[in-house]
């Protein structure tokens, strides 16, 4: 069995440094697994309609204003 010198140890206690776990991965939400995409696609609908609506408020504001 090799004798540790001090750079040895030192590079053995930057390994162990760089390799420390994150703390918050205990609190990190496990995942079910992959997302399909039925699972996603009333989100992305509901996402285009909210934005379809802030486009149309916009454009009948400009129009409103006599800008557009």
Known sequence: MPVPTPTSRK???LMA???TPHTNDDRAPRLRGPVSYDETQGDV???LF???LVVLALLGGLIWLGLF
């Open 11 to 13: 590079v053995v206690a």
């Open 17 to 19: 440094l760089l390799h």
């Open 45 to 47: 609908g509901a996402s």
């Open 50 to 52: 909210l934005g379809g």
